[in-house]
């Protein structure tokens, strides 16, 4: 019995460890995402009004890349954008995205690093976003 238990232990430890890590959570300069691919995807949800589903976005270096943003905030004030500062002050801007609709952005290549994105109009919604 205690040596099934002395096993199970560490394996529910990793299953948590794994979970903190593909959550990206925590602010904006400590989240730590990897690249998945050139698709990325964030939302707003209804539930979730003037905020985005993750505080971190990546994708590889050198490379354009799209991001498709939902925005399913149904606030009248809910119209998002997103906007990603590099620190030579060249950056990304997205259109707005009006609450309850879609839209895909087309991203230039970024070099390696990690960069912060932000809405325009409510700066407290931002995240890191990760070239590599
Ligand atoms: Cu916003």
Redesign the pocket.
């Known amino acids: 019995m205690s040596a099934v238990r002395l096993f199970v232990l560490p394996a529910v430890c990793i299953t948590f460890t794994t979970f903190a890590l593909t959550a990206c959570s925590g602010s904006s300069p400590d989240a730590t995402c990897s690249p998945n691919g050139t698709e990325l995807h964030i939302a707003v949800l209804e539930s979730q009004s003037?905020q985005f589903t993750t505080d971190c976005l990546a994708a590889p270096s050198g490379v354009p890349f799209t991001i498709r943003f939902d925005n399913q905030d149904i606030s009248p004030h809910?119209?998002?954008?997103i906007h990603i500062f590099d620190g030579d002050g060249s950056s990304f801007v997205g259109d707005i995205a009006p609450h309850g609709t879609s839209i895909t952005y087309e991203v230039p290549a970024f070099e390696a690093g990690t960069y912060e994105f932000q809405?325009d109009?409510?700066p407290a919604?931002n995240g890191a976003f990760i070239a590599k």
């Open positions: 003037h809910g119209n998002h954008n809405c109009a409510h919604m």
